[in-house]
């Protein structure tokens, strides 16, 4: 469902509050690929909307996404110069768009795969058990990174945030 923005949109805003999430696509089940802490200043290229909710496609050093309408404000004349005044003139825009809607692409959560997993303070095997996860336990995934070829899952699982072994996990789309 696609409703034409009212006005110009395109131009810098900043987000309104802390862990703003910035999304693989314009849908609340989709990945964050970052989370934003408050008065993050991004650029904004344009405005869809998806199931009545207004996402606008963001970008911000150099990774784009989208952001649901109501987490971003417009930014100030003062807040804009202030910003290109500390990049030194050269405030990014972005070359590309963000990625096209895949149903089928990550979503922000998922679910330990095997009977019992450790839940680790760092994303490493030595790393101290925070506790151990049974089986279905639901998550919502923060990021990931991989370790000697071993993908590990940050996620935040009833409030506490640790890592996840990804041979023990499994990422919902």
Not at 43 to 56: A, D, K, M
Not at 137 to 166: E, H, K, P, S
Request: charged share 20%.
């Amino acid at each position: 469902q696609t409703t034409p923005p009212t006005a110009q949109v395109a131009g810098y805003y900043m987000t309104r509050s802390d862990n703003v999430p910035l999304r693989t696509y314009a849908d609340a089940q989709s990945a964050a690929k970052e989370w934003l802490p408050k008065d993050t200043m991004v650029y904004v290229s344009g405005l869809e909307y998806r199931n009545g909710t207004g996402w606008y496609a963001s970008y911000k050093d150099g990774v784009s996404g989208y952001i649901r309408q109501d987490q971003l404000r417009r930014a100030t004349d003062a807040e804009v110069d202030n910003y290109i005044n500390n990049q030194n003139g050269s405030a990014e825009k972005p070359s590309t768009q963000p990625d096209p809607y895949d149903p089928y692409g990550k979503s922000s959560y998922g679910y330990v795969s095997s009977s019992t997993v450790n839940f680790r303070k760092e994303a490493s095997a030595n790393s101290s058990r925070l506790k151990v996860l049974n089986r279905y336990a639901f998550c919502l995934v923060l990021g990931t990174r991989d370790v000697n070829g071993v993908t590990w899952y940050n996620v935040n699982q009833n409030g506490t945030v640790g890592w996840i072994n990804g041979n023990y996990f499994h990422h919902l789309n």
